[in-house]
């Protein structure tokens, strides 16, 4: 008893020194985002120990946490939810059930969470799936892949472009009463790396038919070769997402071994011959002025070889696909957070698709969090994440 009195007690001193981190000032409802941080940041803290003294691994405990929030699927008036499969990979579908004389748009999501964390079962993507479903009449799949560290690149890949590829048949499209010309892939943080892979893939690959009509990505994590971007720089501590953090579960996509986390985090990674690959992240020519803030631009480190060539991947980082790779994005929308180290990736994304003519509606979220979408029910519910829902709906309203 003694000894779970000091553990309680000594969660309560980090968790009280973690909730007077500053938060920007700008943000809305600081104090439940201040909240949601220490937790983040409390958990992140006692991760780190429980690991260092091989307990239990850090993704471990943060999956037993958000395992907490799992949802069943339950269908209502309006829509028929219900747990499958797509060619064995697991999906959840959102059926609407009133009448239409029309074929119905249809929108594939994928879920974020660094690619060891989430799923479609999460109150928070639950709720917003349900509501896509239900607001354009849609049928809505989102897709549940495996996850790392159990399940490394490119196998997380390869769940969602099974699904995908299943889902885009004639008569698989025929039988749920959706229009082929109205389909959009869309996802967010890692979901939105996610989704913007399957965009170049499906686009540029004649064995698809069927083509996306659009991609939605709300503040995407697009590329691991340059992890000093100024946002990653601005925001490295939170809120919510921190960085060191972000790059040790990352990289268990790629591998368990430490070293790659390490050097990732010292942004030592890139090996010489993705010199050329760089200048697709330069954020010195493609970040807009504001985002700079008059910072020097200084070449990024590059080692003489990497264990993991799958780091120069644009599967793994869209934004090393190349401009012809690009040229077939089809129209997109991209929702980008201030406070967010992954704020950059979406703003450089943005840049380049406009530079080669395409069609790029973009929402900044000037006090915006990364995850608060997910943020939108009890007990996490957070204003801006309910502002963002309903930009990213009216966006796919008016254009899917």
């Given at each position: 008893?003694?000894?779970?009195?000091?553990?309680?007690?000594?969660?309560?001193?980090?968790?009280?020194?973690?909730?007077?981190?500053?938060?920007?000032?700008?943000?809305?409802?600081?104090?439940?985002?201040?909240?949601?941080?220490?937790?983040?940041?409390?958990?992140?803290?006692?991760?780190?120990?429980?690991?260092?003294?091989?307990?239990?691994?850090?993704?471990?405990?943060?999956?037993?946490?958000?395992?907490?929030?799992?949802?069943?699927?339950?269908?209502?008036?309006?829509?028929?939810?219900?747990?499958?499969?797509?060619?064995?990979?697991?999906?959840?579908?959102?059926?609407?059930?009133?009448?239409?004389?029309?074929?119905?748009?249809?929108?594939?999501?994928?879920?974020?969470?660094?690619?060891?964390?989430?799923?479609?079962?999460?109150?928070?993507?639950?709720?917003?799936?349900?509501?896509?479903?239900?607001?354009?009449?849609?049928?809505?799949?989102?897709?549940?892949?495996?996850?790392?560290?159990?399940?490394?690149?490119?196998?997380?890949?390869?769940?969602?472009?099974?699904?995908?590829?299943?889902?885009?048949?004639?008569?698989?499209?025929?039988?749920?009463?959706?229009?082929?010309?109205?389909?959009?892939?869309?996802?967010?943080?890692?979901?939105?790396?996610?989704?913007?892979?399957?965009?170049?893939?499906?686009?540029?690959?004649?064995?698809?038919?069927?083509?996306?009509?659009?991609?939605?990505?709300?503040y995407p994590g697009l590329q691991i070769?340059?992890?000093?971007?100024?946002?990653?720089?601005?925001?490295?501590?939170?809120?919510?997402?921190?960085?060191?953090?972000?790059?040790?579960?990352?990289?268990?996509?790629?591998?368990?071994?430490?070293?790659?986390?390490?050097?990732?985090?010292?942004?030592?990674?890139?090996?010489?011959?993705?010199?050329?690959?760089?200048?697709?992240?330069?954020?010195?020519?493609?970040?807009?002025?504001?985002?700079?803030?008059?910072?020097?631009?200084?070449?990024?480190?590059?080692?003489?070889?990497?264990?993991?060539?799958?780091?120069?991947?644009?599967?793994?980082?869209?934004?090393?696909?190349?401009?012809?790779?690009?040229?077939?994005?089809?129209?997109?929308?991209?929702?980008?957070?201030?406070?967010?180290?992954?704020?950059?990736?979406?703003?450089?994304?943005?840049?380049?698709?406009?530079?080669?003519?395409?069609?790029?509606?973009?929402?900044?979220?000037?006090?915006?969090?990364?995850?608060?979408?997910?943020?939108?029910?009890?007990?996490?519910?957070?204003?801006?994440?309910?502002?963002?829902?309903?930009?990213?709906?009216?966006?796919?309203?008016e254009n899917l």
């Amino acid at each position: 008893m003694a000894y779970r009195a000091l553990c309680f007690g000594l969660i309560c001193v980090i968790f009280a020194y973690y909730i007077y981190a500053p938060i920007p000032e700008n943000v809305e409802e600081p104090w439940k985002v201040g909240f949601i941080d220490a937790a983040v940041k409390t958990t992140s803290f006692l991760c780190m120990l429980t690991e260092n003294m091989g307990l239990i691994r850090q993704d471990q405990v943060f999956s037993t946490f958000v395992k907490v929030d799992y949802t069943s699927p339950v269908s209502d008036s309006n829509i028929t939810v219900t747990d499958t499969t797509f060619d064995g990979i697991p999906v959840r579908l959102y059926l609407p059930k009133r009448k239409s004389d029309n074929k119905r748009p249809a929108v594939i999501y994928t879920h974020g969470g660094a690619y060891v964390l989430g799923s479609f079962k999460l109150r928070g993507y639950n709720f917003l799936n349900r509501e896509t479903a239900n607001t354009l009449d849609a049928v809505v799949v989102a897709v549940d892949y495996r996850l790392s560290p159990e399940y490394h690149f490119p196998i997380p890949i390869e769940d969602v472009i099974s699904a995908v590829k299943f889902f885009l048949q004639d008569e698989i499209l025929e039988a749920y009463g959706v229009d082929p010309t109205r389909i959009c892939i869309s996802g967010d943080s890692s979901g939105g790396a996610l989704a913007a892979a399957m965009t170049h893939l499906v686009q540029n690959d004649a064995e698809f038919k069927n083509k996306f009509k659009a991609q939605a990505l709300l503040y995407p994590g697009l590329q691991i070769a340059d992890l000093a971007l100024p946002s990653y720089q601005d925001y490295a501590n939170g809120p919510i997402l921190l960085r060191k953090m972000a790059i040790e579960l990352g990289s268990l996509f790629i591998t368990k071994d430490k070293a790659l986390s390490q050097a990732m985090i010292l942004n030592k990674h890139m090996p010489l011959e993705s010199r050329h690959l760089l200048t697709r992240v330069n954020w010195s020519t493609l970040l807009p002025e504001k985002y700079r803030k008059n910072r020097l631009y200084t070449q990024q480190v590059l080692i003489s070889n990497s264990s993991y060539p799958q780091i120069l991947n644009s599967t793994l980082s869209p934004l090393l696909a190349s401009d012809s790779q690009l040229q077939n994005v089809p129209l997109t929308y991209v929702l980008t957070c201030e406070h967010d180290i992954l704020r950059d990736d979406g703003l450089i994304y943005i840049a380049r698709l406009r530079n080669l003519g395409l069609n790029v509606s973009h929402d900044h979220i000037e006090d915006g969090v990364h995850a608060a979408l997910s943020l939108t029910r009890f007990p996490f519910y957070l204003r801006v994440g309910m502002r963002m829902k309903d930009k990213y709906l009216r966006w796919l309203k008016e254009n899917l």
